[in-house]
């Protein structure tokens, strides 16, 4: 596989840990600089549960220097002075700094504690806590924007109108921040125009230089149904969301080079979207998925759902400005504080 450097977590450790000012400017927390700190080496407790390797959270607590580590009930919680995380039990759910994550496993107890999927740590945590030792990730000044559906596909519809006739509204609006913050900005379309998922890919890797993907699109479902999801490429031996594992989820696509990237970027724009939205928004997870337009992008992507049209609340906030305004806006905050989470010190940027 490609990308087997997230592996040297597992093998070695590096000799500084920038982890609280890259989280904290990904999740959109206190963004004031912490002192590095060096980590200390030692043996990984890898042991195989269900066949798999999975690592100790007394490992991550150690390797990552979080000042405690305890436990209520099935909830494990690793905390220091800026970042809480929390993994839960006999699920694949975590959250860090209160913001949602699904695992591609769920986290396992033996011998009394707690333990994390080798891939989820890998793919999931360290990019999230580590995103500026990810390689060459920061150096980017174009953002390409998806506008889903279109023409004769309107995707979910409502009284209120159609997911294509909103999610162009919100990439338009994205558009002219992103503009006025020096970005150069390529939509996939910028009417109400049919494109495939390939054609849509196809434009993205059209674009030479270096850039980032953002897919938008609004969801539907049950009426009960509510909340922000974000959704990554399935690294391979993950499945899509929802489903179990099947012969094509083993293989490696062409956005599995950036799977690093793509997490930090579904992190930045993710905490930002809720935390623009408010508290009372549902906070549904960052997600895998093998959606066409994540696999074949050759730059880092993600699709980001932006509430179900098919709620009945969510329905009306959807069509109205103001939350098309606020929606786009988190989104295009999170462009940049992605870019300044990835880019690395210079006195690490040879590290990887």
């Given at each position: 596989m490609k990308q087997i450097h997230r592996q040297i977590i597992l093998k070695s450790v590096g000799p500084w840990l920038r982890v609280l000012p890259t989280l904290v400017i990904l999740l959109g927390m206190v963004t004031g600089s912490a002192a590095a700190a060096t980590a200390t080496a030692s043996p990984w407790d890898v042991r195989k549960i269900n066949g798999d390797d999975y690592v100790s959270a007394d490992n991550i607590k150690q390797f990552y220097h979080f000042g405690s580590l305890s436990r209520s009930g099935s909830i494990v919680t690793l905390?220091?002075?800026k970042v809480m995380l929390k993994l839960n039990l006999g699920t694949a759910e975590c959250t860090m700094n209160n913001v949602k994550f699904v695992f591609s496993k769920a986290v396992e107890e033996a011998d009394a504690k707690a333990y994390v999927s080798?891939?989820?740590l890998a793919k999931l945590i360290d990019p999230v806590l580590r995103p500026n030792f990810i390689k060459n990730a920061g150096n980017f000044n174009t953002v390409v924007l998806d506008a889903g559906h279109g023409?004769?596909?309107?995707?979910?519809?409502n009284a209120y109108g159609n997911e294509a006739d909103y999610t162009l509204k919100v990439a338009c609006l994205v558009k002219?921040?992103?503009l006025t913050k020096g970005y150069k900005v390529v939509m996939t379309r910028d009417a109400d125009r049919f494109l495939s998922l390939q054609e849509r890919v196809n434009v993205a890797n059209a674009v030479t230089e270096n850039a980032i993907f953002i897919a938008i699109h609004f969801n539907s479902g049950a009426t009960a149904a509510r909340g922000i999801e974000t959704f990554t490429l399935s690294p391979p031996g993950v499945a899509h969301y929802g489903r179990g594992l099947i012969e094509a989820d083993k293989y490696e696509h062409a956005g599995n080079e950036h799977d690093s990237a793509n997490m930090a970027l579904a992190t930045s724009a993710h905490g930002s979207v809720l935390r623009?939205?408010?508290t009372?928004?549902?906070d549904r997870g960052i997600k895998r998925a093998r959606y066409t337009v994540l696999s074949g992008i050759t730059h880092p992507a993600i699709l980001l759902e932006g509430g179900f049209l098919s709620h009945p609340y969510e329905a009306r906030l959807i069509d109205n400005e103001k939350y098309q305004a606020a929606l786009a806006s988190g989104i295009a905050k999170a462009v940049d504080k992605y870019r300044v989470a990835v880019t690395p010190p210079p006195a690490i940027?040879?590290?990887r």
């Open positions: 905390e220091n002075a080798r891939t989820d023409g004769k596909d309107p995707g979910a519809t002219a921040k992103l623009t939205l408010g009372n928004t549902f940027s040879a590290t």
